[in-house]
């Protein structure tokens, strides 16, 4: 069974630091894009950061570039979502989702296995 799996949200102060990792089974990362896309209630789910695993490059949204940094170890262990300086703007489900290919940061493209998803919380 193909699952992708979210863990490592919580709540946190400003400034804090989460990690966040997305676990897959059924199948390798093996030349595929893995993205993180964040939702907040009532709001539109926005892409975060996307590693591509054919050229190892990363991309990221400008509300977080030099503070989140996603990788992957290999193709069998899972994403990870390392976010530091947090805001309370960062507040939000957080999502991983994957793709064949090339990354976007637009969700429309990722229309095959999402995860379900890992509360962060930034506040006081």
């Known amino acids: 069974q193909v699952q992708l799996v979210e863990s490592g949200g919580g709540s946190v102060q400003p400034g804090a630091s989460l990690r966040l990792a997305c676990a897959a089974s059924g199948f390798t990362l093996n030349y595929r894009a893995i993205a993180w896309f964040r939702q907040t209630p009532g709001g539109h789910r926005e892409g975060v950061s996307c590693f591509e695993d054919y050229s190892s490059r990363t991309y990221y949204t400008e509300d977080v570039a030099g503070r989140f940094t996603t990788s992957s170890d290999d193709t069998n262990r899972p994403a990870f979502l390392q976010m530091t300086n947090l805001k309370p703007e960062d507040t939000a489900v957080y999502f991983c989702?994957?793709?064949?290919?090339?990354?976007?940061?637009?969700?429309?493209?990722?229309?095959?296995?999402w995860g379900q998803g890992t509360q962060v919380t930034v506040s006081p």
């Open positions: 989702a994957t793709r064949p290919g090339n990354c976007h940061l637009s969700p429309e493209y990722f229309d095959e296995y």
